[in-house]
RNA sequence: CGGGGCGUAGCGCAGCCAGGUAGCGCACUUGAAUGGGGUUCAAGUGGUCGGAGGUUCAAAUCCUCUCGCCCCGACCA
């Protein structure tokens, strides 16, 4: 098993997903430090992500546009709590056509500085307002330990900047947009994830609120998939971005930041992965069927050829993304693996039994081996068929996600408790919280499990901290997180 | 940056302790037989043993330094 397949996960989970990202040709690091490359197969996961949200983008009034790589070091220094969040992981460039620079310039670990100023000379007045760009880029942070796809010193997300005239246009943009992530990941990637706010300790550096959508991967550890930041006028003052409202008056803008970066990559990998390697969402895999022919004889080859390749044009035809494994060097078998490894949803198999009744074979990669199997399927009407298995695919996906979630999720209500469910279960837990900052570094320290959020979802009824004792109406979600 | 481990063919490893002219599996090439779950057999290609210095008649092996990677921590989308 081992020697053919990928490490079960309950051996070594990280080894597991390194394995993975590896086998099913996704990435791989470079020379550089940290520097990951993402290869075609990868590249097209992370296109139909782009696509899918920039979709949703589009419809919430959105635009893209493009800034530069590089910023002046003095502009990162403007927002207090920024640089200091920011300055540990800042890669500095100092030199430039062989002579050092009167000042540094900073690769853009993100964009609010240089957006900020930009936008401070694009506004005047309300009627400039909202202004609501995204930007597909991307940004380096000189992280200690790095991960493919989940934390590598470049890569690649989208960034959206928007600047409003109003404190409640720019919540309501930075909970709308939230809504967005959680929309997508739900929808697309099958990934029920959990939205809420984040703890004073986890918010972005400069953020007044943070807002996350929070995903349990397959070793119940927690991931941020993606973020939106309510930043108040804090950036707008450090930037200058003032304009004259309906009533002559001078006001610094509302901004908002969200992002979504590769990390989500990541997370479809740990969230829907088996021990045969990758399992990808059908709306957002590069291929979502791919046909295998079998054949013994030559003569046998011709016709199952045929077949397979009038299934192939006909799903094309009918929109679906399909691959038709036509290599003759490699016995079935082998691309059975093959695909699997890669995630494939859907494999359909011909073979000269097939052929006799004008039939194919469906195998769901969610359900490997017989249970996801089904025989005899009419070769008219196959564009239907296969949209049906994949609706089917995507929503089962979603559906196990979602209970493999709640299974992995606690209540407790004492610190200890707390500790020994972490160490004897791990997953989420879910517990009244009416601490402070401190207790939750002093939780982190002991437990290595920290606030993930504080979920909107929230019963209407009061409870006992588990760590202070004191009544409060708050939940927050403690996990250990990527 | 702290603690642990590892650098030998494209990949995974053995050889090192007890120095003696570099090996295995996979992959790759060629040929044949196979073909409804990673086929089999045969013959081949491919290596500055991470780098530098030292000890020695002789270094993958011993010593010193150095570079890099992985895992665990601190940091983090």
Aim: proline fraction near 4%; glycine fraction near 8%.
């Amino acid at each position: 098993m081992a020697d053919k397949g990928v490490t079960p996960r309950s051996e070594d989970y990280s080894r597991w997903y390194t394995e993975v990202v590896q086998k099913a040709e996704l990435a791989d690091y470079t020379p550089v430090k940290g520097c990951m490359v993402i290869r075609p197969y990868g590249y097209a996961l992370w296109e139909n992500i782009q696509t899918a949200l920039d979709g949703r983008f589009k419809e919430t009034g959105h635009v893209n546009a493009y800034f530069p790589l590089l910023i002046p070091m003095s502009f990162l220094q403007k927002e207090a709590d920024h640089v200091e969040g920011f300055a540990p992981e800042l890669a500095v460039v100092t030199h430039g056509g062989g002579k050092e620079l009167d000042e540094p310039l900073v690769i853009r670990p993100t964009s609010e500085t240089i957006i900020g100023h930009m936008y401070s000379q694009w506004v005047r007045s309300y009627r400039d307002l909202p202004l609501l760009i995204n930007q597909w880029a991307n940004v380096v942070r000189w992280e200690m330990r790095t991960r493919l796809f989940l934390r590598t010193t470049e890569f690649l997300w989208q960034e959206g900047h928007t600047a409003h005239a109003t404190q409640e246009e720019a919540e309501e943009e930075t909970e709308r947009m939230l809504g967005v992530y959680a929309d997508f990941a739900i929808n697309e990637a099958a990934i029920p994830v959990i939205q809420g706010k984040k703890s004073d300790r986890e918010k972005f550096a400069g953020a007044v609120a943070s807002y996350t959508i929070e995903a349990m991967m397959g070793n119940g550890w927690a991931l941020q998939s993606g973020t939106s930041h309510f930043l108040g006028q804090k950036f707008a003052r450090a930037f200058d971005i003032k304009f004259l409202n309906q009533e002559n008056e001078t006001d610094y803008a509302w901004t908002t930041s969200w992002g979504l970066s590769t990390r989500m990559v990541g997370a479809i990998i740990m969230a829907h992965g088996d021990d045969q390697g990758l399992v990808l969402p059908p709306r957002l895999a590069p291929h979502q069927v791919v046909i295998v022919p079998i054949w013994r004889k030559d003569e046998e080859r011709s016709t199952v050829m045929a077949l397979a390749d009038q299934v192939f044009q006909t799903l094309k035809a009918g929109g679906v993304r399909v691959r038709l494994d036509d290599r003759d060097e490699v016995s079935a078998g082998f691309k059975f693996n093959d695909w699997e490894m890669r995630g494939v949803p859907l494999r359909i198999e011909i073979g000269p039994r097939d052929v006799e009744q004008n039939a194919v074979v469906f195998a769901r990669r969610d359900m490997p081996g017989k249970p996801g199997k089904t025989f005899g399927v009419p070769v008219d009407g196959i564009v239907a068929a296969v949209q049906d298995a994949l609706r089917v695919i995507q929503a089962d996906m979603l559906a196990r996600a979602t209970t493999f979630r709640d299974e992995n999720t606690h209540e407790v209500s004492s610190y200890d408790e707390f500790r020994a469910m972490l160490e004897s279960k791990g997953g989420f837990v879910r517990v009244f919280w009416d601490g402070s900052g401190e207790d939750e570094d002093r939780i982190k320290d002991e437990t290595k499990a920290t606030i993930r959020c504080f979920p909107f979802e929230m019963p209407d009824e009061e409870g006992v901290c588990f760590y202070t004792g004191r009544k409060t109406r708050r939940i927050a979600i403690f996990a250990r997180a990527y």
